[in-house]
């Protein structure tokens, strides 16, 4: 049998390289997408030599040019992680209209561009997609704090779930996994708020490891059946 071919976006650090590692411990052959940790990628090639991509993927030829070169190394691409989305905190009476664009194009706009290059071969393979987004999207609830930020995931998330029906029946699996409040290398400052963590219903935060096992399952053949889902994994946050 070939050996799976993974590509993770948002790799350099924090949960895209969890996940990266995670796969790569299942025996997938993964290739990382960075952006602008130029550092922490040189610390990786050892790991992951010749399979790290630096690209703006708000830029369409950029994103063609990942998958591109991608093919072109391995002959397929199986699975795509796409881990990657500004974040921003406020109310909406202080967001500017300038970061609400930022936030849409980076939270939609290049999941899009990454879908256009990625989906014949995603198809060929019979592959999956899987797209970062964030707890409590469920019920459209209103937030108080980063409305701006849980509006464009929830774009996101209605793209993945028409996204999943029309790829189903290419045999293409098309899920969403939002983690809750999990500390890691790059995450935002509200993420070490103690008012927000002591909220958490299972009395603490996630760990990286939690999150990328997670992402391996919905790639995964154990599975199967499951497309078009949120998948929370946030220890009860936001219910």
């Known amino acids: 049998m070939h050996q799976r071919v993974s590509l993770v976006t948002g ?12 796969l790569a411990a299942g025996g997938d052959r993964v290739h990382l997408v960075w952006r602008t940790s130029s550092d922490r990628a040189s610390q990786l090639e050892p790991e992951f030599a010749g399979r790290l991509h630096r690209a703006d993927l708000l830029e369409s030829a950029a994103a063609h040019a ?25 109310r909406l009476d202080q967001l500017e209209p300038e970061t609400l664009r ?5 939270n939609v706009m290049s999941a899009w561009n990454l879908v256009a290059a990625g989906r014949q071969a995603i198809r060929a393979s019979g592959g999956a997609w899987l797209f970062f987004g964030c707890a409590g999207l469920g019920g459209g609830r209103a937030r108080t704090q980063a409305a701006g930020y849980a509006a464009t995931k929830s774009a996101l998330a209605l793209l993945v779930r028409s996204m999943a029906k029309e790829e189903a029946p290419h045999g293409v699996r098309v899920n969403m996994l939002s983690p809750g409040i999990v500390p890691h290398d790059g995450a935002h400052a509200d993420t070490l708020n103690p008012a927000r963590q002591a909220a958490i219903p299972m009395g603490r935060t996630g760990r990286p ?26 220890g009860g946050w936001l219910l």
């Open 11 to 22: 790799a350099a650090r924090g949960l895209g390289l969890a996940v990266a590692r995670e």
């Open 66 to 90: 990942v998958v591109g070169q991608v093919l072109e190394a391995e002959g397929r691409l199986d699975r795509v992680v796409h881990a990657v989305g500004d974040f921003e905190s406020g």
């Open 102 to 106: 930022r936030l849409f194009e980076s």
């Open 209 to 234: 490891e939690e999150i990328a096992r997670a992402a391996a399952w919905l790639l995964s053949e154990d599975s199967g059946y499951a497309t078009g889902q949120d998948l929370e994994v946030a």
